[in-house]
């Protein structure tokens, strides 16, 4: 006997109303896509569940894949028998004895199938007789048991499990629409990514790239942390802008302390013009409030105004510490700290302004035309697509 499934449960998507098949079917598709290189693994759904069929695969791997996935609230590894009484029995104290360091115990029996001969209640009794006479030193108890044996009789066969492996919550990738994310390189972008993911968006990347300013180094840190965000949800387009050219104008023909505003500005008109491109409907930032010149309430107030798309930023409320916690969790931050600027870190004015007007702004852009070199950024933009398979992307393997 051997623990052949991993049973799935599904958390907040349960609330969801009439459009649940749609969230269920998506988490589906995105754990099929997960464990397709596991050879015979499947995938199934019935009523309130979905299993992992192991035919036979190490589960720990798997599991391991799971709990990167967005929508599963808990992973548990199952035996399936048939719906006899004795196999049952016997499926259960396995079960039991698979569990580590267990003094306690507790049996919870849902009879899905009312077909069953038994009584939950008084299968609760039988199984928990059958364990207490084939172990030694463990008792029951069913306020705080060590280890909570469940059992599931369903109609086409029972579960058994004996424990519950934490997932990561939150929506299924795809299921939420998709959304730009300005990709910088730093620790607080990333972050925004994951988190926005968190809530089932799909996200395409875009990154301001000037080189001779910045590096190719620089490029390929950002492609890496793209790859790590895709651990936790699809492939990502990148959309690498040559950012050079605008940003040099921006800085030579605008007042200084205005220079910033306006760069980010244009990164937004950009940001826009490909979204359109590409269907999307938001944009999602790394900002924080108050952190940097750029990231005021004036300062985002001004930025906003160059775009009616909905701007998620994830990181809002958060101090530094925290977004610093969550990176290290995703596995981001040591890509993110190490030392090649992008382009938002090349030209920091000595001081930026803090509270922008936009009356002002729009005075400034009036007097030079910018769009012959955003136009000539837009064509120029590189789209690379990358998916968690592709190990070439990281050339700081030998650096972390």
């Given at each position: 006997?051997?623990?052949?499934?991993?049973?799935?449960?599904?958390?907040?998507?349960?609330?969801?109303?009439?459009?649940?098949?749609?969230?269920?079917?998506q988490?589906?598709?995105?754990?099929?896509q997960?464990?397709?290189?596991?050879?015979?693994?499947?995938?199934?759904?019935?009523?309130?569940?979905?299993?992992?069929?192991?035919?036979?695969?190490?589960?720990?791997?798997?599991?391991?894949k799971?709990?990167?996935?967005?929508?599963?609230?808990?992973?548990?590894?199952?035996?399936?028998?048939?719906?006899?009484?004795?196999?049952?029995?016997?499926?259960?104290?396995?079960?039991?004895?698979?569990?580590?360091?267990?003094?306690?115990?507790?049996?919870?029996?849902k009879?899905i199938?009312?077909?069953?001969?038994?009584?939950?209640?008084?299968?609760?009794?039988?199984?928990?007789?059958?364990?207490?006479?084939?172990?030694?030193?463990?008792?029951?108890?069913?306020?705080n048991?060590?280890?909570?044996?469940?059992?599931?009789?369903?109609?086409?066969?029972?579960?058994?499990?004996?424990?519950?492996?934490?997932?990561l919550?939150g929506?299924?990738?795809?299921?939420?629409?998709?959304?730009?994310?300005?990709?910088?390189?730093?620790?607080?972008?990333?972050?925004?990514?994951?988190?926005?993911?968190?809530?089932?968006?799909?996200?395409?990347?875009?990154?301001?790239?000037?080189?001779?300013?910045?590096?190719?180094?620089?490029?390929?840190?950002?492609?890496?942390?793209?790859?790590?965000?895709?651990?936790?949800?699809?492939?990502?387009?990148?959309?690498?802008?040559?950012?050079?050219?605008?940003?040099?104008?921006i800085?030579?023909?605008?007042?200084?302390?205005?220079?910033?505003?306006?760069?980010?500005?244009?990164?937004?008109?950009?940001?826009?013009?490909?979204?359109?491109?590409?269907?999307?409907?938001?944009l999602?930032?790394?900002?924080?409030?108050?952190?940097?010149?750029?990231?005021?309430?004036?300062?985002?107030?001004?930025?906003?105004?160059?775009?009616?798309?909905?701007?998620?930023?994830?990181?809002?409320?958060?101090?530094?510490?925290?977004?610093?916690?969550?990176?290290?969790?995703?596995?981001?931050?040591?890509?993110?700290?190490l030392?090649?600027?992008?382009?938002?870190?090349?030209?920091?004015?000595?001081?930026?302004?803090?509270?922008?007007?936009?009356?002002?702004?729009?005075?400034?852009?009036?007097?030079?035309?910018?769009?012959?070199?955003?136009?000539?950024?837009?064509?120029?933009?590189?789209?690379?697509?990358?998916?968690?398979?592709?190990?070439?992307?990281?050339?700081?393997?030998?650096?972390?």
């Open positions: 006997m051997e623990f052949d499934h991993i049973l799935i449960r599904y958390g907040e998507m349960a609330l969801k109303g009439k459009n649940i098949k749609q969230f269920i079917t988490l589906q598709q995105n754990v099929q997960k464990v397709k290189e596991f050879p015979n693994v499947k995938v199934k759904r019935t009523q309130g569940r979905m299993f992992i069929i192991l035919n036979g695969n190490d589960p720990e791997p798997i599991i391991k799971c709990k990167r996935i967005f929508g599963i609230q808990s992973l548990s590894l199952a035996i399936r028998v048939d719906n006899e009484v004795e196999k049952v029995k016997e499926a259960a104290l396995y079960a039991l004895k698979q569990a580590e360091n267990v003094n306690t115990f507790k049996v919870t029996v009879r199938n009312k077909d069953f001969p038994v009584r939950s209640q008084e299968m609760n009794h039988v199984l928990g007789g059958h364990l207490l006479s084939n172990t030694e030193g463990i008792t029951v108890d069913v306020h048991p060590d280890v909570e044996v469940k059992v599931e009789i369903r109609n086409e066969a029972t579960y058994i499990t004996s424990g519950v492996i934490p997932g919550g929506l299924p990738v795809g299921t939420s629409g998709k959304s730009l994310l300005l990709l910088s390189g730093g620790i607080d972008s990333p972050v925004a990514g994951f988190l926005a993911m968190k809530r089932g968006v799909e996200i395409e990347a875009i990154h301001f790239h000037s080189p001779p300013y910045t590096s190719e180094r620089a490029k390929e840190k950002v492609l890496d942390l793209a790859k790590q965000l895709t651990k936790f949800g699809k492939s990502i387009k990148v959309h690498i802008v040559p950012f050079t050219k605008l940003q040099q104008e800085f030579r023909e605008m007042p200084e302390a205005y220079a910033m505003t306006i760069m980010r500005r244009m990164m937004f008109r950009i940001s826009e013009e490909v979204c359109k491109k590409e269907g999307i409907l938001s999602t930032t790394g900002e924080n409030l108050g952190q940097v010149a750029s990231q005021t309430m004036d300062s985002m107030h001004t930025i906003n105004e160059v775009t009616n798309y909905p701007i998620i930023r994830p990181l809002v409320t958060m101090d530094k510490q925290e977004v610093i916690n969550i990176s290290h969790e995703i596995g981001t931050y040591e890509t993110s700290i030392p090649y600027e992008d382009c938002c870190t090349i030209f920091v004015p000595k001081s930026p302004k803090t509270k922008p007007k936009r009356d002002k702004v729009n005075y400034y852009e009036s007097t030079h035309d910018f769009t012959p070199s955003i136009q000539e950024a837009l064509e120029g933009i590189e789209t690379l697509k990358i998916t968690d398979k592709n190990n070439s992307l990281n050339p700081f393997s030998d650096l972390l």
